[in-house]
Protein backbone atom coordinates (compact mmCIF):
# COMPACT_ATOMS: atom_id res chain seq x y z
CA UNK A 1 0.00 0.00 0.00
CA UNK A 2 1.67 3.08 -0.96
CA UNK A 3 0.09 5.33 1.46
CA UNK A 4 2.76 8.03 1.30
CA UNK A 5 2.38 8.65 -2.54
CA UNK A 6 -1.55 8.72 -2.32
CA UNK A 7 -1.62 10.60 1.05
CA UNK A 8 0.54 13.51 -0.80
CA UNK A 9 -1.38 13.29 -3.76
CA UNK A 10 -4.24 13.94 -1.68
CA UNK A 11 -2.97 16.69 0.34
CA UNK A 12 -2.60 18.88 -2.94
CA UNK A 13 -5.23 17.98 -4.70
CA UNK A 14 -7.56 19.12 -1.64
CA UNK A 15 -5.07 22.05 -1.26
CA UNK A 16 -6.37 23.27 -4.74
CA UNK A 17 -9.84 22.76 -3.52
CA UNK A 18 -9.04 24.78 -0.48
CA UNK A 19 -7.91 27.58 -2.09
CA UNK A 20 -10.78 27.73 -4.89
CA UNK A 21 -13.47 26.79 -2.77
CA UNK A 22 -13.23 29.75 -0.44
CA UNK A 23 -11.65 32.49 -2.14
CA UNK A 24 -12.75 31.95 -6.14
CA UNK A 25 -16.01 33.51 -5.63
CA UNK A 26 -14.33 36.56 -3.81
CA UNK A 27 -12.07 36.86 -6.71
CA UNK A 28 -14.63 37.05 -9.15
CA UNK A 29 -16.55 39.33 -7.14
CA UNK A 30 -13.49 41.73 -6.73
CA UNK A 31 -13.36 41.51 -10.90
CA UNK A 32 -17.05 42.76 -10.83
CA UNK A 33 -19.00 39.57 -11.46
CA UNK A 34 -22.36 39.97 -10.07
CA UNK A 35 -24.09 37.00 -8.02
CA UNK A 36 -26.03 35.40 -10.62
CA UNK A 37 -22.98 35.49 -12.95
CA UNK A 38 -20.33 33.79 -9.92
CA UNK A 39 -23.15 31.30 -9.63
CA UNK A 40 -22.97 30.57 -13.36
CA UNK A 41 -19.33 29.97 -13.36
CA UNK A 42 -19.18 27.83 -10.22
CA UNK A 43 -21.68 25.64 -11.78
CA UNK A 44 -19.15 25.30 -15.03
CA UNK A 45 -17.04 22.28 -12.79
CA UNK A 46 -20.56 20.69 -12.00
CA UNK A 47 -21.58 20.62 -15.32
CA UNK A 48 -18.37 18.73 -16.40
CA UNK A 49 -18.75 16.65 -13.76
CA UNK A 50 -22.23 15.28 -15.20
CA UNK A 51 -20.55 13.16 -18.04
CA UNK A 52 -16.36 13.97 -17.98
CA UNK A 53 -16.06 11.33 -15.20
CA UNK A 54 -18.29 8.49 -16.68
CA UNK A 55 -16.18 9.27 -19.78
CA UNK A 56 -12.54 8.85 -18.00
CA UNK A 57 -13.95 5.97 -15.57
CA UNK A 58 -15.08 4.01 -18.26
CA UNK A 59 -11.63 4.70 -20.26
CA UNK A 60 -9.97 3.66 -17.33
CA UNK A 61 -12.01 0.33 -16.36
CA UNK A 62 -11.48 -0.56 -20.53
CA UNK A 63 -7.46 -0.13 -20.35
CA UNK A 64 -7.24 -1.68 -17.21
CA UNK A 65 -4.98 0.53 -16.10
CA UNK A 66 -6.11 4.43 -14.28
CA UNK A 67 -3.02 6.43 -13.29
CA UNK A 68 -1.91 6.73 -16.88
CA UNK A 69 -5.47 8.82 -17.53
CA UNK A 70 -5.26 10.39 -13.95
CA UNK A 71 -1.84 11.86 -15.20
CA UNK A 72 -2.82 13.15 -18.18
CA UNK A 73 -6.33 14.54 -16.51
CA UNK A 74 -3.59 16.36 -13.96
CA UNK A 75 -1.62 17.86 -16.37
CA UNK A 76 -4.08 18.92 -18.83
CA UNK A 77 -6.59 20.59 -15.94
CA UNK A 78 -3.11 22.17 -14.97
CA UNK A 79 -3.46 24.25 -18.53
CA UNK A 80 -6.56 24.77 -18.50
CA UNK A 81 -6.31 26.80 -15.22
CA UNK A 82 -3.76 28.55 -16.76
CA UNK A 83 -6.43 30.32 -19.19
CA UNK A 84 -8.50 31.69 -15.90
CA UNK A 85 -4.92 33.76 -15.46
CA UNK A 86 -4.99 34.90 -19.05
CA UNK A 87 -8.62 35.84 -19.31
CA UNK A 88 -10.77 38.87 -19.37
CA UNK A 89 -14.53 38.66 -19.56
CA UNK A 90 -17.28 36.39 -18.35
CA UNK A 91 -17.00 33.96 -21.25
CA UNK A 92 -13.48 33.59 -21.72
CA UNK A 93 -13.23 32.50 -18.15
CA UNK A 94 -16.68 30.38 -18.85
CA UNK A 95 -14.44 28.60 -21.53
CA UNK A 96 -11.23 28.13 -19.19
CA UNK A 97 -13.49 26.75 -16.33
CA UNK A 98 -15.04 24.71 -18.39
CA UNK A 99 -11.77 23.27 -19.92
CA UNK A 100 -10.15 22.30 -16.53
CA UNK A 101 -13.42 21.19 -15.09
CA UNK A 102 -13.61 18.40 -18.17
CA UNK A 103 -10.12 16.90 -16.81
CA UNK A 104 -9.72 17.89 -13.33
CA UNK A 105 -13.51 15.98 -12.92
CA UNK A 106 -11.75 13.07 -13.91
CA UNK A 107 -9.14 12.89 -11.24
CA UNK A 108 -11.43 12.35 -7.77
CA UNK A 109 -12.96 9.25 -9.17
CA UNK A 110 -9.59 7.55 -10.07
CA UNK A 111 -8.02 8.25 -7.39
CA UNK A 112 -10.50 6.55 -5.37
CA UNK A 113 -10.80 3.68 -7.41
CA UNK A 114 -6.79 3.48 -7.22
CA UNK A 115 -7.07 3.86 -3.20
CA UNK A 116 -9.33 1.01 -2.62
CA UNK A 117 -8.05 -1.20 -5.08
CA UNK A 118 -4.59 -1.00 -3.13
CA UNK A 119 -6.33 -1.39 0.02
CA UNK A 120 -7.95 -4.83 -1.26
CA UNK A 121 -10.52 -4.39 1.52
CA UNK A 122 -8.32 -3.66 4.04
CA UNK A 123 -8.62 -0.58 6.60
CA UNK A 124 -6.95 2.83 5.78
CA UNK A 125 -9.08 4.98 2.98
CA UNK A 126 -10.30 7.25 6.15
CA UNK A 127 -6.40 7.70 7.13
CA UNK A 128 -5.60 8.62 3.41
CA UNK A 129 -8.35 10.71 2.90
CA UNK A 130 -7.42 12.56 6.09
CA UNK A 131 -4.63 14.14 4.29
CA UNK A 132 -6.74 15.77 1.82
CA UNK A 133 -8.46 17.33 4.57
CA UNK A 134 -5.68 18.36 6.21
CA UNK A 135 -3.96 20.11 2.74
CA UNK A 136 -7.40 21.77 2.58
CA UNK A 137 -6.88 23.17 5.98
CA UNK A 138 -3.41 24.49 5.16
CA UNK A 139 -4.67 26.08 2.19
CA UNK A 140 -7.77 27.79 3.59
CA UNK A 141 -5.52 29.20 6.74
CA UNK A 142 -2.76 30.33 4.14
CA UNK A 143 -4.06 31.55 1.99
CA UNK A 144 -7.00 33.69 4.62
CA UNK A 145 -3.41 35.44 6.17
CA UNK A 146 -2.46 36.29 2.61
CA UNK A 147 -5.18 37.65 1.65
CA UNK A 148 -4.96 39.94 4.51
CA UNK A 149 -1.93 41.25 3.16
CA UNK A 150 -2.32 40.69 -0.53
CA UNK A 151 -4.37 41.34 -3.43
CA UNK A 152 -6.60 39.15 -4.23
CA UNK A 153 -5.52 37.72 -7.60
CA UNK A 154 -3.17 35.55 -5.63
CA UNK A 155 -5.81 33.34 -5.58
CA UNK A 156 -5.49 32.24 -9.10
CA UNK A 157 -1.45 32.11 -8.24
CA UNK A 158 -1.80 29.51 -5.46
CA UNK A 159 -4.15 27.80 -7.51
CA UNK A 160 -1.09 26.88 -10.09
CA UNK A 161 1.23 26.51 -8.12
CA UNK A 162 -1.35 23.70 -6.49
CA UNK A 163 -1.83 21.88 -9.61
CA UNK A 164 1.60 21.99 -10.71
CA UNK A 165 1.81 20.13 -7.30
CA UNK A 166 -0.40 17.20 -8.12
CA UNK A 167 0.69 16.76 -11.64
CA UNK A 168 4.03 15.74 -9.78
CA UNK A 169 2.94 13.52 -6.88
CA UNK A 170 0.16 11.76 -9.89
CA UNK A 171 3.52 10.62 -11.05
CA UNK A 172 4.71 8.84 -8.02
CA UNK A 173 1.30 7.04 -7.12
CA UNK A 174 1.56 3.20 -8.55
CA UNK A 175 -0.54 1.61 -10.51
CA UNK A 176 -2.69 -0.56 -8.82
CA UNK A 177 -3.18 -4.69 -9.15
CA UNK A 178 -5.77 -5.23 -12.23
CA UNK A 179 -9.33 -5.62 -10.64
CA UNK A 180 -10.95 -9.34 -10.72
CA UNK A 181 -13.61 -9.41 -13.19
CA UNK A 182 -15.37 -11.76 -11.42
CA UNK A 183 -16.23 -9.39 -8.35
CA UNK A 184 -18.18 -7.22 -10.15
CA UNK A 185 -21.59 -8.22 -9.17
CA UNK A 186 -23.40 -8.21 -12.59
CA UNK A 187 -23.48 -5.18 -14.99
CA UNK A 188 -23.38 -2.08 -14.42
CA UNK A 189 -26.98 -1.74 -15.75
CA UNK A 190 -28.37 -4.12 -13.25
CA UNK A 191 -26.26 -2.73 -10.32
CA UNK A 192 -28.19 0.90 -10.86
CA UNK A 193 -31.54 -1.03 -11.44
CA UNK A 194 -31.27 -1.86 -7.54
CA UNK A 195 -33.69 0.22 -5.34
CA UNK A 196 -31.10 1.29 -2.45
CA UNK A 197 -28.14 2.22 -5.39
CA UNK A 198 -30.54 4.40 -6.97
CA UNK A 199 -32.00 6.15 -3.58
CA UNK A 200 -27.95 6.21 -2.35
CA UNK A 201 -27.15 8.34 -5.68
CA UNK A 202 -30.22 10.46 -5.47
CA UNK A 203 -29.69 11.36 -1.60
CA UNK A 204 -26.50 12.06 -2.33
CA UNK A 205 -26.99 14.44 -5.36
CA UNK A 206 -29.35 16.61 -3.00
CA UNK A 207 -27.22 16.91 -0.31
CA UNK A 208 -24.47 18.16 -2.81
CA UNK A 209 -27.38 20.59 -3.60
CA UNK A 210 -27.94 21.40 -0.14
CA UNK A 211 -23.83 22.60 0.29
CA UNK A 212 -24.33 24.43 -3.20
CA UNK A 213 -24.87 27.73 -1.06
CA UNK A 214 -22.22 26.72 1.36
CA UNK A 215 -19.73 26.27 -1.24
CA UNK A 216 -20.80 29.54 -3.69
CA UNK A 217 -21.47 31.93 -1.20
CA UNK A 218 -20.66 31.09 2.76
CA UNK A 219 -17.16 33.11 2.17
CA UNK A 220 -19.43 36.08 0.62
CA UNK A 221 -22.11 35.68 3.12
CA UNK A 222 -19.15 35.99 6.28
CA UNK A 223 -17.87 38.80 4.54
CA UNK A 224 -21.02 40.98 3.98
CA UNK A 225 -21.69 40.43 7.59
CA UNK A 226 -18.24 42.17 8.80
CA UNK A 227 -16.00 39.31 9.24
CA UNK A 228 -12.24 39.10 7.92
CA UNK A 229 -11.22 37.17 5.51
CA UNK A 230 -8.87 35.63 8.40
CA UNK A 231 -12.02 34.41 9.48
CA UNK A 232 -13.59 33.45 6.98
CA UNK A 233 -10.69 31.47 6.70
CA UNK A 234 -10.51 30.07 10.50
CA UNK A 235 -14.39 28.94 10.10
CA UNK A 236 -13.99 27.01 6.48
CA UNK A 237 -10.72 25.53 8.40
CA UNK A 238 -12.98 24.22 11.45
CA UNK A 239 -14.98 22.43 8.88
CA UNK A 240 -12.61 20.66 7.36
CA UNK A 241 -10.79 19.76 10.99
CA UNK A 242 -14.25 17.85 11.85
CA UNK A 243 -13.94 16.33 8.71
CA UNK A 244 -10.75 15.04 9.35
CA UNK A 245 -12.01 13.47 12.76
CA UNK A 246 -14.73 11.74 11.07
CA UNK A 247 -12.47 10.25 8.49
CA UNK A 248 -10.11 9.51 11.25
CA UNK A 249 -12.93 7.41 13.31
CA UNK A 250 -14.16 6.20 10.24
CA UNK A 251 -13.42 2.79 11.08
CA UNK A 252 -15.19 2.58 14.22
CA UNK A 253 -17.77 4.07 12.72
CA UNK A 254 -18.13 1.15 10.29
CA UNK A 255 -18.19 -1.13 12.77
CA UNK A 256 -20.60 0.27 15.49
CA UNK A 257 -23.58 1.65 12.77
CA UNK A 258 -25.60 0.58 9.63
CA UNK A 259 -23.94 3.14 6.73
CA UNK A 260 -28.07 3.57 6.22
CA UNK A 261 -28.29 5.23 9.70
CA UNK A 262 -25.73 7.62 9.28
CA UNK A 263 -26.65 8.37 5.95
CA UNK A 264 -29.86 9.26 7.35
CA UNK A 265 -28.09 11.46 10.62
CA UNK A 266 -25.98 13.23 8.05
CA UNK A 267 -29.21 14.62 5.89
CA UNK A 268 -31.05 15.48 9.24
CA UNK A 269 -28.07 17.70 10.54
CA UNK A 270 -27.77 19.02 7.25
CA UNK A 271 -31.75 20.40 7.49
CA UNK A 272 -31.08 22.37 10.86
CA UNK A 273 -27.44 23.50 10.19
CA UNK A 274 -28.11 24.92 6.49
CA UNK A 275 -31.26 27.09 8.09
CA UNK A 276 -29.42 28.54 11.03
CA UNK A 277 -26.66 29.57 8.67
CA UNK A 278 -28.88 31.80 6.58
CA UNK A 279 -30.59 33.34 9.79
CA UNK A 280 -27.86 33.24 12.52
CA UNK A 281 -24.83 34.52 11.14
CA UNK A 282 -24.05 37.30 13.36
CA UNK A 283 -23.61 35.19 16.04
CA UNK A 284 -19.88 33.85 15.69
CA UNK A 285 -20.56 31.64 18.46
CA UNK A 286 -23.41 29.44 16.71
CA UNK A 287 -21.41 29.16 13.19
CA UNK A 288 -18.34 27.76 15.11
CA UNK A 289 -20.88 25.07 15.85
CA UNK A 290 -21.96 24.51 12.88
CA UNK A 291 -19.18 24.35 11.18
CA UNK A 292 -18.12 21.81 13.36
CA UNK A 293 -20.95 19.87 12.06
CA UNK A 294 -19.74 20.07 8.44
CA UNK A 295 -17.76 16.61 9.97
CA UNK A 296 -21.17 15.12 9.88
CA UNK A 297 -22.92 17.07 6.80
CA UNK A 298 -20.01 16.06 4.66
CA UNK A 299 -17.59 13.85 6.03
CA UNK A 300 -19.73 11.31 7.27
CA UNK A 301 -21.64 11.28 4.33
CA UNK A 302 -19.52 11.43 2.36
CA UNK A 303 -17.45 8.30 3.49
CA UNK A 304 -20.24 6.34 4.18
CA UNK A 305 -21.24 6.78 0.51
CA UNK A 306 -18.06 6.14 -1.19
CA UNK A 307 -17.87 2.69 0.73
CA UNK A 308 -21.55 1.76 -0.68
CA UNK A 309 -20.38 2.76 -3.74
CA UNK A 310 -17.02 0.61 -3.28
CA UNK A 311 -18.78 -2.30 -2.67
CA UNK A 312 -21.50 -2.23 -4.85
CA UNK A 313 -19.77 -1.46 -8.38
CA UNK A 314 -16.80 -4.11 -7.30
CA UNK A 315 -14.10 -5.33 -9.96
CA UNK A 316 -14.58 -4.12 -13.34
CA UNK A 317 -16.74 -1.64 -12.34
CA UNK A 318 -15.09 -0.04 -9.41
CA UNK A 319 -14.07 3.30 -11.43
CA UNK A 320 -17.32 3.72 -13.39
CA UNK A 321 -18.83 3.20 -10.21
CA UNK A 322 -17.03 5.72 -8.48
CA UNK A 323 -17.17 8.05 -11.59
CA UNK A 324 -21.11 7.73 -11.55
CA UNK A 325 -21.30 8.79 -7.90
CA UNK A 326 -18.98 11.82 -8.77
CA UNK A 327 -21.44 12.51 -11.65
CA UNK A 328 -24.85 12.19 -9.91
CA UNK A 329 -23.63 13.59 -6.73
CA UNK A 330 -21.11 16.28 -7.15
CA UNK A 331 -22.20 17.04 -10.92
CA UNK A 332 -25.84 16.81 -11.26
CA UNK A 333 -26.50 18.06 -6.98
CA UNK A 334 -23.54 20.53 -7.52
CA UNK A 335 -25.26 22.32 -10.46
CA UNK A 336 -28.09 22.70 -9.09
CA UNK A 337 -27.02 24.06 -5.74
CA UNK A 338 -24.56 26.31 -7.53
CA UNK A 339 -27.49 27.74 -10.18
CA UNK A 340 -30.04 27.97 -7.44
CA UNK A 341 -28.37 29.62 -4.89
CA UNK A 342 -27.11 31.89 -8.00
CA UNK A 343 -30.49 32.86 -8.67
CA UNK A 344 -31.92 33.36 -5.21
CA UNK A 345 -29.08 35.01 -3.44
CA UNK A 346 -30.05 38.82 -4.68
CA UNK A 347 -33.64 38.62 -4.54
CA UNK A 348 -34.14 37.52 -1.60
CA UNK A 349 -30.82 37.35 0.53
CA UNK A 350 -28.79 34.71 2.65
CA UNK A 351 -31.24 33.57 4.72
CA UNK A 352 -33.81 32.32 2.44
CA UNK A 353 -30.92 31.10 -0.10
CA UNK A 354 -29.51 28.73 2.66
CA UNK A 355 -33.07 27.95 3.96
CA UNK A 356 -33.50 26.30 0.65
CA UNK A 357 -30.22 24.27 1.39
CA UNK A 358 -32.57 22.61 4.06
CA UNK A 359 -35.07 21.81 1.77
CA UNK A 360 -32.89 20.10 -0.56
CA UNK A 361 -31.21 18.46 2.78
CA UNK A 362 -34.83 17.17 3.68
CA UNK A 363 -35.95 15.88 0.31
CA UNK A 364 -32.63 13.92 0.08
CA UNK A 365 -33.91 12.50 3.36
CA UNK A 366 -37.31 11.15 2.52
CA UNK A 367 -34.88 10.09 -0.63
CA UNK A 368 -33.07 7.46 1.75
CA UNK A 369 -35.61 6.93 3.66
CA UNK A 370 -38.07 5.30 1.51
CA UNK A 371 -36.18 4.05 -1.35
CA UNK A 372 -33.36 2.47 1.13
CA UNK A 373 -35.84 0.80 3.50
CA UNK A 374 -33.99 -1.11 6.76
CA UNK A 375 -35.49 -4.34 5.62
CA UNK A 376 -32.81 -4.49 2.61
CA UNK A 377 -30.10 -4.72 5.37
CA UNK A 378 -26.85 -3.55 4.38
CA UNK A 379 -25.27 -5.78 2.13
CA UNK A 380 -22.46 -2.81 1.27
CA UNK A 381 -20.48 -3.19 4.84
CA UNK A 382 -16.82 -2.28 3.78
CA UNK A 383 -14.39 -1.06 6.22
CA UNK A 384 -13.07 2.51 5.31
Same mark, same amino acid.
Given at each position: ????????????????????????????????????????????????????????????????????????????????????????????????????????????????????????????????????????????????????????????????????????? #???????????????????? #???????????????????????????????????????????????????????????????????????????????????????????????????????????????????????????????????????????????????? #??????????????????? #????????????????????????????
Amino acid at each position: MPFARLSAYYFFYYAFIGVFMPYFALYLQGRGFPSAQIGFLLSIMQWMRLAAPNLWGWLADRAGRRMPVMRIAALCSFCGFLGIWLGEGLWSIALALAVMGFFWTAQSPLAEATTFAHLAGRHGYGRVRAWGSFGFVVAVLGMGWWLERASIDWVIHAGIVMLAAIVLT #SLTVPEAPPADKRASGGSLL #SILRRREVLALLVSCMLMTAAHGALNVFYSIHLVEAGYGKSVVGLLWTLGVLAEILVFMWAPRLMGRFRLRSMLLLALLVAVGRFALIGWGVEWIGLLLGLQLLHGITFGLNHICAISAVSKWFAGAHQAQGQALYGSISFGAGGIIG #SLVSGALWDGVGGGWTFTA #SSVFALLGLVVLWLGWPARLGEGEKRDA
